[in-house]
Every structure is written in structure tokens, then in C-alpha cells.
């Protein structure tokens, strides 16, 4: 009876193994799928462990298939911790404790490690028992398998146990202070709760199912009280205690272990790894539309850059200086405040765009001095940037910023965040929040802020653009400063003005990459996807790509991108446009083969394997396992801070 019922459970295991493959369509999930296979041969092991005994096969064979069995339960403990680890691989960001996962890591390295060494003393010790002798080999084997590795295993357990206690606490102090808000913040809050729940559910129920049987494998059993015993016993040598219990030990317990283990290890798996929401529904098993991954951006081998003879002091002294631009979150969040109050008294946030803000705020701000905004905050001194925002200027200013704050605080999407900054309680929340992650003094090269707009543009309105609240042109600036555009003396020998600061963003994003290999680049995308049509942000967009830099794709939300991302398909280089056509020209000219650049262009933005849009849905994807890690984060910085109420109150 008890060999039918283990049979059953083993055909359970295979069963099981075999639809969540079937349903595999996230990375994860295959990963789930090889756990569960895993499980499978670990049950046919101890099959043929029991038919090994009844059959009276020999000591050597025996001894064999039972270590085997050790082996495979402790590949199977590994194998579930790497699977957990995976599963919680985001939600180390949402609770702000990267270390966490580095020291899961280490542990399960060490596991592995004491499982190679076992293994490795375990073979000669075998070899040594089958010749009668003892030697130290089986004690250290025995003490890798039954001792150091339990004892690394029950410290992983413990933090990984520590973690789902803090993320249960987490919302259930969300969820007080949530309380008669909107329908949408409980809605998400309670769904998330309801997720960790069942993730920590799926997580105690293997793990305590794999420990139970790994304990009744490896304990020996109190002394029998009768002399008769129910099955065949094996010869085994004096000191081969594990395997001699593992002969004479009650082998129906064993099996009913083996059972438990088989069918508990299945459903834990299925409910950690989220395969029981495919129920009853045909998934199609393709990674590009979205998924766990291990990607929270496109990361890339920096490449050599192959750059451009170009000789003379003063444009490298130039260049380097406009790298030393950088403007912090706080000193962003200090000027947005100042918006609609002492400066540009007409700014409504869901009108104004960046243009209008640097007409009618950065350039009078900074007219007195005749220089960048980043120069004035920064009071002259060079502060270098741990990334650049490609932005376009006719994206809303409050979006620009939105994007920005959603990177320091590791999101995808700024929407919530956009909704936050639309008073100055939001603003104080938002402020708070990136302290509490520790990006409030994060650094970021904005062209707006960090370019001298008084050596270009401030002093004329060639297309007569108005503020659209009031209607009135924008005002031009009378400073005086010279003006430095592409062509303006003294040029390089490529014709190029030394002086201009508008002609310098690729040898700039050269030289910030290789002083700093963990640079990035946020593409900060409006609404409306214009941003990829202008002529200065896709050659931004493709030097970074060239340079093998970090780039992170940033929009409103994820419908937006779904909605418009066949937009892309058709990009050409050579219809994008510019605010004025000799940056067009001049970007132009530096593109020899334009059918070969808007073939790499398309692949950069498009491709289904490493495009910019298929990382964002795998990082988003992985952020958001069931809402979980993404709901995580707000509730800890929501309860963290004074004004984390308005968090909810805006939640979309």
C-alpha cells in the first residue's frame, strides 16, 4: 500500500513538472519547471532505493543508490533556494536591502561548495569501506552533509523567514493607514498582501517538506524494540552508521516522508513560483512579451571607443568642463518648488513644457551671471554626474522631472510619481521618500540645467513659441554673452566650434563613461513618444548604445508603451527633427551608411531579444511579480514618512 501511494505521488511530481513547463512563459518559471523535475528524479531515486533493499543487491550497489538519494535531496535544498532567491530577487530594491540578497547568495556558494567537497571525499570513503577500512574521508563527508551545510541552510532560512515577516509588516501598516481611501490603493494593497501570503506559503510549505524528509534520512533512529524486523536487512560495515540506519530504518515512514515531500514540494512550487494563476489558461511560451528576467535595465560589455582624431587642449578643457554640470535631486526638487511662486509666476505643471521653463525661469534665473544653471547652484565648482537624462523639450517639465525622481527612487514608470509632484504636500512626500532610498544627493546631467543657454539660444525666438497659459511670447534675454553656435570660430579641424557647448554631448558622454564605468543614461519618454523623433535624442540614444552604457527606459506607464510602441517600427534618421536644422545637418553628417544606422537604430529601440522596449517589460515585469515588489516599495516609503498619505490618495 505504502509503495502504491508513492508510486501515485511520483506520477503527482512528473505530472506537476510537466504542466508548469507547459505554462513556462517567464524565465522564472522554467526555472520552476527544472526545480520540479529535480523533485521527480529525487522520487524515482528513492524507488529505487526501496527496490534495491527487497531485491537483496549488494552492499557496494545499495550503499551507492543511498548516496545517491543524499545527494539528490541536497541538490534539491540548493535547488530551491536558488528558485526562492530568484523569486525574490526584487524584492531586495523594494525594501532597500540589496545586501540581503549578496549575503543569500553567499551562503548558498558555501552550500555548494560543502556539497563539492562531501561528494569528493565521499567516493574514496566508499571504495575505502568496500576493503573493510575507516578513515577520516567519511567523517569529513558526513560532517559536510550532515552538519555545515544544515547549519548554512538554517541561516539562509532565517533571513529569507525575517524577510516575509517585515514585507507581511510592511502592509499591514500600509493598509491602516490606507484605510477609507481610494478603491484602487486597497484594491492594490490587499491583492499584494494576498500575494505575499501565498508566496510565503508556497516557500514554508517545501521548505518544510524537503527539511522533514532530509531529517528522517539522515537521523538515526532510536534503538528498535523488537527483534523481528519487517523488511531485508543489507551488510554494511561497522561504522557505516547512515547507511546502516538507512537499511534497518522504519521504511514505511520513510516512504510516507517521501510521499509528503513529493506532493508538498509540487504545490509549494507551483504557488511560489505564481504557476497557479495559468489555471485553465493556454500561455504562450514566449519570453519577449514580458516576464521574470534578471534585467532592471540594459546593461551592456563596455566597448572600446574608436574616437575622433581631434587635437587641441581647449576642446577637450571644454568638454570636460560641460561634464562637470551635474545638478542633484534636492537642488531639482528646490527649483520645481520655486515654480508658479517667485519664478515664473503663470507655471501650471500640466501645461508648462521644459522649453517654456527654460525661457521663462533658467534663462532670467541665471542671466546676471551669464551662465548654466548647474554652474550657479553648484556656485562654479564641478560636480560630476552618475548619469544623463535624454530628454525632449516639449515633454511637460513636471513629466521631465517625474522621470528623474521615479529612477532615484528605481521605478519604470513615473506616473504616480508626476501625480505626487502636483502640490507642494506630494512634493514633501516625494522628498522624503528618496531620502529614506538614499538618492536625495544622486547627481544627473540635464542639458537644460547644465548647458549656458546665454552662449546660445537665449536671445532670440526664432519660432515665436508662447506661454500657453498666457498666451505671450517668450520673452528673449538681452545679457550680451556671446554667442557660440556649430560654426562659429575658432573650429577644429572638422569644422566645428570650439566654444559651442550644443556640439559636444558625444565626446561628453565618452568621457563620463570611461571615468565612470557604472555611468548611465534615463530616457526620459513623453507621453506622446516624441521624444523619438528628435534628431539630438536618438543620437544620444545610439552613443550610448555604441559606448556600451546602462541605458533605462523611463515612461508614463505601461499602456502608454504598449499603445504606442508600433509607432517605432518605421524610425528614420533621416525624418527626425531638431529646434534648429543646422543640428540636423550636422547630425547628419556624421552618418555615413543612414540605411545601416536606421537599421541599428530600429534594432536598438525594437528588437525582441535586447531592445530597449523588451528590457523595460522584463525589468517592469520583474518589478512587479504580481504587484508585490512594486506595492512593497510605496508602502515602505509611505510609512516611512510624514506625508506618505498622499501616496495612496493619488495611487493609480
Same mark, same amino acid.
Given at each position: ?17 510537466? #504542466? ?19 523533485? #521527480?528524479?529525487?522520487? &524515482? ?63 548558498? #556558494? ?8 562531501? !561528494?569528493?571525499? &565521499? ?39 525575517? $524577510? ?32 505575499? &501570503? ?11 517538506? $524537503? ?13 528498535? $524494540? ?35 515531500? &513529493?506532493?508538498?514540494? $509540487? ?21 519577449? !512579451? ?30 570636460? /568642463? ?44 541665471? *542671466? ?5 544653471? *548647474? ?31 521615479? %529612477? ?130 536618438? *543620437?544620444?540614444?545610439? /552613443? ?40 540636423? %545637418? ?8 543612414? %540605411? ?19 528590457? #523595460? ?8 511579480i504580481e504587484q508585490l515588489s512594486h506595492v512593497l516599495k510605496w508602502a515602505r516609503l509611505s510609512t516611512s514618512v510624514e506625508d506618505g498619505l498622499q501616496v495612496w490618495q493619488n495611487w493609480v
Amino acid at each position: 500500500m505504502e509503495f502504491c501511494i508513492l508510486m501515485a505521488c511520483t506520477a503527482v511530481a512528473a505530472c506537476g513538472a510537466m #504542466w508548469v513547463w507547459c505554462h513556462a512563459s517567464t524565465p522564472h518559471l522554467l526555472q520552476a519547471s527544472g526545480f520540479l523535475v529535480l523533485n #521527480w528524479i529525487e522520487g &524515482l531515486a528513492f524507488i529505487s532505493w526501496i527496490l534495491a533493499l527487497y531485491n537483496h543487491v549488494n552492499t557496494t550497489t545499495s550503499i551507492l543508490v543511498a548516496c545517491l538519494r543524499l545527494f539528490l535531496l541536497i541538490c534539491e535544498i540548493v535547488s530551491l533556494q536558488i528558485l526562492i532567491q530568484n523569486r525574490l530577487q526584487s524584492i531586495w530594491p523594494a525594501l532597500n536591502q540589496p545586501r540581503c540578497g549578496v549575503w543569500l547568495n553567499r551562503i548558498v #556558494w558555501a552550500e555548494l561548495a560543502l556539497l563539492t567537497l562531501g !561528494t569528493l571525499s &565521499l567516493i574514496p570513503a566508499l571504495r575505502a569501506m568496500q576493503r573493510g577500512e575507516s578513515g577520516i574521508l567519511m567523517y569529513i563527508a558526513l560532517a559536510a552533509f550532515v552538519l555545515f551545510i544544515p547549519c548554512c541552510f538554517v541561516i539562509w532560512m532565517l533571513i529569507v523567514f525575517a $524577510t516575509l515577516c517585515r514585507v507581511l509588516t510592511i502592509f499591514h501598516a500600509a493598509q491602516q493607514m490606507a484605510q477609507g481611501l481610494s478603491l484602487e490603493s486597497g484594491k492594490a494593497l490587499r491583492r499584494s498582501r494576498r500575494a505575499a &501570503l501565498l508566496q510565503g506559503l508556497g516557500l514554508v510549505i517545501s521548505l518544510a517538506s $524537503t527539511c522533514t524528509l532530509v531529517t528522517v534520512s539522515i537521523v538515526p533512529p532510536h534503538k528498535q $524494540t523488537t527483534a523481528r524486523r519487517s523488511r531485508p536487512s543489507v551488510r554494511v560495515p561497522q561504522r557505516a552508521w547512515f547507511f546502516r540506519h538507512s537499511t534497518n530504518a522504519n521504511i514505511s515512514h520513510m516512504g510516507l516522508a517521501q510521499s509528503v515531500n &513529493l506532493v508538498t514540494n $509540487t504545490l509549494g512550487v507551483i504557488l511560489l513560483s505564481g504557476a497557479h494563476r495559468f489555471w485553465g489558461r493556454v500561455v504562450e511560451n514566449n519570453a519577449s !512579451t514580458g516576464g521574470c528576467s534578471c534585467f532592471t535595465s540594459v546593461k551592456r560589455v563596455r566597448r572600446v571607443r574608436p574616437t575622433r582624431e581631434i587635437v587641441g587642449s581647449e576642446w577637450e578643457a571644454k568638454t570636460q /568642463e560641460l561634464a562637470g554640470r551635474g545638478i542633484s535631486v534636492q537642488e531639482l526638487l528646490l527649483f520645481y518648488r520655486r515654480l508658479g511662486k517667485d519664478i515664473m509666476l503663470s507655471y501650471r505643471p500640466n501645461a508648462h513644457t521644459t522649453n517654456d521653463v527654460v525661457r521663462q525661469a533658467i534663462i532670467p534665473m541665471t *542671466a546676471a551671471n551669464g551662465s548654466s544653471y *548647474a554652474q550657479l547652484v553648484n556656485r562654479g565648482e564641478p560636480k560630476m554626474p552618475q548619469k544623463m537624462v535624454t530628454h525632449n523639450w516639449s515633454n511637460l517639465f513636471r513629466d521631465l522631472l517625474a522621470s528623474v525622481i521615479a %529612477d532615484a527612487l528605481e521605478e519604470h514608470t513615473f506616473e504616480l510619481v508626476s501625480a505626487l509632484l502636483a502640490d507642494e504636500v506630494g512634493i514633501n512626500a516625494l522628498e522624503q521618500m528618496i531620502q529614506v532610498q538614499g538618492n536625495l544627493e544622486g547627481v544627473y546631467w540635464i542639458c537644460a540645467f547644465a548647458v549656458n543657454q546665454h552662449s546660445g539660444i537665449c536671445g532670440a525666438n526664432p519660432r515665436a513659441d508662447v506661454d500657453p497659459v498666457t498666451m505671450l511670447p517668450h520673452p528673449v534675454c538681452s545679457c550680451g554673452t556671446s554667442k557660440f553656435f556649430n560654426s562659429t570660430p575658432p573650429l577644429n579641424q572638422h569644422g566645428e566650434s570650439i566654444h559651442c557647448e550644443m556640439n559636444k554631448f558625444d565626446d561628453m558622454m565618452s568621457f563620463l563613461a570611461c571615468r565612470d564605468a557604472s555611468f548611465a543614461e534615463v530616457v526620459a519618454v513623453d507621453a506622446s513618444f516624441e521624444l523619438f523623433s528628435r534628431a539630438w535624442c536618438m *543620437a544620444e540614444l545610439f /552613443e550610448a548604445h555604441r559606448l556600451g552604457m546602462t541605458q533605462i527606459l523611463l515612461v508614463r506607464n505601461k499602456d502608454t508603451l504598449l499603445r504606442r510602441q508600433h509607432t517605432l517600427e518605421g524610425l528614420r534618421v533621416q525624418d527626425m527633427k531638431a529646434s534648429r536644422p543646422q543640428d540636423v %545637418d550636422a547630425i547628419l553628417a556624421k552618418i555615413p551608411n543612414k %540605411d545601416a544606422f536606421n537599421q541599428r537604430l530600429r534594432s536598438l529601440i525594437c528588437d525582441r531579444n535586447v531592445g530597449l522596449v523588451t528590457a #523595460w517589460k522584463h525589468a517592469d515585469s520583474l518589478q512587479r511579480i504580481e504587484q508585490l515588489s512594486h506595492v512593497l516599495k510605496w508602502a515602505r516609503l509611505s510609512t516611512s514618512v510624514e506625508d506618505g498619505l498622499q501616496v495612496w490618495q493619488n495611487w493609480v
